[in-house]
């Protein structure tokens, strides 16, 4: 043991030391909101209420069905059921979200492959009923055209979500980084 974990140890000091942490925060006032008349802005990249994406050129879902939004979500909120079309494409039948259910993680966001499911930053929603928070294919739909529409959807989709087609690119190495490395 050293002189100085002696000396710690004698005088209490790491115990000292919280004890002032503590008294400074005893002194310093409070910041309170009083919510409804002050808001504050969602940050960007907030985690709020679920939307299916639509393509900017058809309007239609991004969502092919492939599943992996539910497979990854830890609480099991996230209900997918497919069929076949005619030409034998997955059609999404049904896309049913139980919110209530939900721990916001985000990994449906970044378990899909083709950037179908976003979470917007509109948190502020109640309601009286369960089942006013089973949200339905038709009603994430309208959660985009709400909440993401237009050049909000897209800045969200260029910042936030990946993987990007320049992740997959190959590094390029100058002459004068070879010779570094040799």
Request: glycine share 6%; proline share 4%.
């Amino acid at each position: 043991m050293t002189v100085n974990e002696l000396i710690k140890k004698v005088f209490f000091v790491e115990i000292l030391q919280g004890l002032a942490l503590t008294f400074k925060h005893m002194v310093t006032p409070a910041v309170t909101r009083q919510y409804p008349k002050e808001k504050r802005e969602p940050f960007p990249g907030s985690r709020g209420l679920h939307a299916l994406v639509k393509d900017a050129e058809t309007g239609k879902e991004k969502c092919v069905g492939c599943g992996l939004c539910a497979a990854m979500c830890p609480s099991q909120c996230i209900h997918i059921y497919t069929s076949e079309d005619e030409n034998h494409k997955k059609v999404v039948d049904r896309y049913e979200i139980e919110v209530l259910r939900c721990v916001y993680c985000a990994y449906c966001v970044e378990a899909c492959p083709f950037g179908a499911v976003v979470l917007t930053d509109h948190f502020e929603y109640s309601g009286y009923t369960r089942e006013e928070f089973y949200y339905t294919k038709e009603r994430l739909l309208e959660n985009w055209d709400k909440y993401m529409a237009g050049d909000k959807g897209k800045m969200y989709l260029e910042k936030f979500w990946r993987p990007k087609a320049v992740d997959f690119g190959t590094q390029q190495v100058t002459k004068e980084e070879e010779r570094t490395r040799k």
